[in-house]
C-alpha cells in the first residue's frame, strides 16, 4: 500500500483507486473497511457496504480521497 499511497501524493495515480485497493483489502482480510467502497447485495439486489470501520467518519476520509458521501455512492450503485 505505501506504493499507491506514494503514487497517489505524486498524482500518478487517482486517490479514489487508492481508497478502493485499500477497501478490497480490508475486506479480503475480514476486517471493516474505512472507505465504504465495498459491498455485497441484498435480497432485494440492493448494494450494502461492507463492514466500516467508524461510519460517522466515513464521509470525511471519502472527501479526501475524491469520492463522494457515502450515501450518494449507495444511490448510485443501487440505479437501475
Request: hydrophobic letters at 30%; glycine letters at 8%; proline letters at 9%.
Amino acid at each position: 500500500m505505501p506504493q499507491f499511497l506514494d503514487a497517489a501524493k505524486n498524482g500518478d495515480l487517482p486517490k479514489r483507486y487508492v481508497a478502493t485497493m485499500y477497501d478490497r483489502c480490508e475486506v479480503w482480510h475480514g476486517r471493516p473497511q474505512k472507505y465504504g467502497t465495498q459491498g455485497t447485495m441484498d435480497e432485494n439486489g440492493a448494494f450494502v457496504p461492507s463492514d466500516l470501520l467508524d461510519p460517522a467518519r466515513v464521509d470525511e476520509w471519502r472527501a479526501e480521497m475524491g469520492l463522494p458521501p457515502l450515501e450518494e455512492y449507495i444511490r448510485q450503485m443501487n440505479r437501475k
